[in-house]
């Protein structure tokens, strides 16, 4: 598509329940991040990807949070026995590597854990 | 995380107004962002300035890249009332795309006629 997809956009999720948020990058592009924004805040980094390869996990908050992109495509953020403190909008971002400055944010899954 | 301190935290101003807000930062950055977010959607780039010093416009929107490389600020002319929404710094240590940002806490803008 034109643009960065991400599904679902909303998420409601019980305390200890697992999800799975997918983001559909830009064909073609081949970098891509994952921020956390919590309501009132700015984007927080949490991971980014290289093609298939995970570079740089070091925004991730817990072991609860997982990442993954197998083919270089499609990334799927996972979040394992949630906690009201997860409650955010998780945005993905994707570029081509050779460009400089900014990213293209999609709309973002917005989860609230109840 | 990091969060850079944006100023102000909100403002209201009438149709035709300018507008201007800034970011600072403990750290440098060697690359400087501003994007607007809208309810319900991702941040949109609107401004990247990549050296100290750079002043660089964009249609009605005017930012400047600090010359300690600690801060920038962006100015808007003649408001209207499409540029409500929430207007982000962000500041990139590494060149090119391949290197995080660091997002600041944001200015909320609202126009009134």
């Known amino acids: 598509g034109a643009g960065v997809s991400q599904s679902p956009r909303y998420k409601v999720a019980k305390r200890g329940q697992d999800v799975a948020l997918r983001c559909d990058p830009i064909s073609g592009h081949v970098s891509l991040f994952w921020y956390q924004q919590a309501l009132g805040q700015g984007p927080e980094f949490l991971t980014y990807f290289q093609n298939e390869a995970q570079l740089d996990k070091s925004g991730l908050p817990s072991d609860r949070f997982f990442a993954e992109r197998p083919e270089g495509s499609v990334s799927t953020l996972k979040i394992q026995r949630t906690q009201q403190e997860d409650s955010a909008v998780y945005l993905c971002?994707?570029?081509?590597?050779?460009?400089?400055?900014?990213?293209?944010f999609g709309s973002g899954t917005r989860l609230t854990v109840v | 995380g990091q969060q850079l301190n944006q100023s102000p935290q909100s403002m209201f101003i009438q149709e035709g107004e300018d507008v201007s807000m800034n970011c600072t930062s403990s750290s440098i950055f060697n690359t400087w962002l501003w994007y607007k977010q809208d309810p319900g959607e991702g941040p949109v780039l609107l401004i990247a300035?990549?050296?100290?010093?750079e002043l660089t416009s964009n249609g009605r929107l005017t930012a400047q890249f600090g010359i300690t490389r600690k801060d920038s600020f962006l100015n808007i002319s003649a408001s209207i009332p499409s540029d409500v929404g929430i207007y982000f710094c962000?500041?990139?240590?590494?060149?090119?795309?391949?290197?995080?940002?660091?997002f600041g806490t944001g200015t909320r803008l609202q126009v009134t006629l």
């Open positions: 300035l990549y050296k100290a010093g």
């Open positions: 962000a500041g990139q240590l590494l060149p090119g795309t391949a290197s995080k940002l660091t």
């Open positions: 971002a994707s570029s081509l590597a050779e460009t400089g400055g900014g990213y293209t």
